[in-house]
């Protein structure tokens, strides 16, 4: 059975937002100040970040137009470079993926757990339970079809652009006290270190947006859609976090920032007083779900796209005829996140081995862009997105985060390391798949 479209330009523009507004901006900016050192550069990192961006946005928003298919990530670098390339860059972001989710939820549920649990209650056991039970509601939702989890999606980013607002009310509020001056003490090492180092979290806070091409099935339109939609989310979130990184410093201060950990609780605070963490910590709760959400809607299109191309058993594409969801996947990788939630340590410390697959799987999918180009041009003209400024845009986004690659090796060799071996070790996966899944139909539902 295949997948037949059902979202509008609204329902994928929340969730381009939703695929990016995750726990990022409430936790990385203490980590981009500690590595500029200096309010320009911290402003200016994260502005270079949203322009690349822009550029990413831009170059995949032609790529969808063009190639509008289920599980696109997965298959426009398959068509751009080899199925076995496409297949060891994807089977390392499904498990980064997976442990993105898990962090974030755990991250949610320390937020949550004093407003749901007993003191007795809040401990390290207490969170991983209320993780993993959003998780499992978040995974009937789904199983209930793509129509309600988009629904879902819809309800859970207003709450989560609601909270982000809060934040950015304190770069306008008159009611807020300057924070106390103190000197501004700049990090030792050279611009390119700083710059390399710093646009590693700013990446992994606006990340996400990519995976909107893997909806191409599901969209109506998608030629007419699928741009619009990601122009207008892309520009709610860099209009978002350059306020609220303002709003951050203004309240703060740019040298407490940097040894600031529950950012979102302090800030709300200025406005509600005893009540502003509760308040954030339903807010944040409700973001992480969002976060949840849109990744258990997502990642299950990457497993139908390699299904498809036979180095996954063909019950991986099987979609119930009445919900459009694919109920085996679905269950793969909800399974996935509630194992890795018993393995997880903290946040911070999965930042650079989930970006160091997204630079590279990032910087490849862009650069199929110059293939479709090519191989697509009697495409042209017929409605398709098509963007300007190139081949500048896209040659511009590839270079960065090809550079901030290198300084993820440059920043922590060893973990880089470990985390190309998993790479690596998808390549004698891939042809052992495929030699052992035998070529099958489309199964009926």
């Known amino acids: 059975m295949s997948i037949k479209p059902k979202l509008g330009p609204f329902d994928l523009t929340m969730i381009v937002v939703g695929l990016v507004i995750g726990m990022g901006i409430f936790r990385t900016p203490v980590s981009v100040a500690r590595e500029t050192g200096t309010p320009l550069l911290f402003y200016t990192v994260w502005v270079l970040g949203g322009l690349v961006t822009l550029c990413g946005a831009l170059t995949y928003a032609e790529i969808g137009s063009r190639y509008p298919v289920a599980g696109g990530f997965y298959k426009v670098l398959s068509y751009g470079f080899h199925p076995a390339y496409s297949f060891m860059i994807n089977w390392t972001l499904v498990i980064s993926n997976g442990a993105s989710i898990a962090a974030v939820a755990l991250v949610g549920a320390e937020y949550i757990g004093p407003v749901l649990l007993p003191e007795a209650m809040q401990h390290e056991g207490g969170r991983k339970t209320i993780a993993i039970t ?24 207003v709450f989560k652009i609601t909270l982000v607002l809060l934040l950015c009310l304190a770069a306008f509020s008159n009611s807020v006290a300057p924070p106390v001056a103190q000197a501004v003490t700049p990090v030792s090492h050279g611009w390119a270190y700083i710059f390399g180092a710093a646009l590693v979290p700013v990446f992994f806070t606006y990340g996400g947006y990519q995976q909107t091409i893997n909806f191409g099935s599901d969209v109506r339109e998608p030629s007419r859609n699928m741009p619009k939609a990601i122009f207008l989310g892309i520009g709610i979130i860099l209009l978002l976090y350059i306020t609220v990184n303002y709003a951050y410093v203004k309240v703060l201060g740019f040298e407490q920032l940097k040894h600031t950990d529950a950012l979102a609780a302090r800030m709300v605070a200025v406005f509600f007083g005893e009540y502003g963490f509760k308040i954030t910590s339903v807010l944040l709760f409700l973001s992480v779900l969002g976060y949840a959400n849109v990744n258990l809607m997502s990642n299950p299109r990457m497993y139908y796209a390699m299904a498809e191309d036979g180095v996954l058993p063909a019950v991986f594409k099987r979609v119930n005829s009445k919900t459009q969801v694919q109920e085996v996947a679905l269950s793969v990788f909800a399974a996935m996140v509630v194992g890795m939630l018993y393995f997880m340590n903290n ?11 997204d630079t590279i799987g990032l910087a490849s999918a862009a650069a199929t862009i110059f293939i479709l180009r090519k191989n697509t041009a009697h495409l042209n003209n017929t409605g398709i997105y098509k963007m300007k400024l190139y081949p500048l845009l896209p040659a511009f986004f590839i270079t960065v985060y090809l550079f901030v690659t290198v300084n993820i090796f440059i920043k922590d060799i060893e973990q880089a390391l470990s985390g190309m071996v998993w790479f690596v070790v998808g390549l004698p996966i891939y042809f052992f798949m495929k030699r052992a899944v035998r070529p099958a139909g489309n199964p009926e539902a």
């Open 134 to 157: 959003a998780v499992i509601v978040l995974y009937i939702i789904n199983m209930l079809g793509i129509r309600m989890s988009a629904s879902w999606q819809n309800v859970l980013t």
């Open 347 to 357: 946040f911070d410390n999965i930042i650079r081995y989930v970006m160091l697959f």
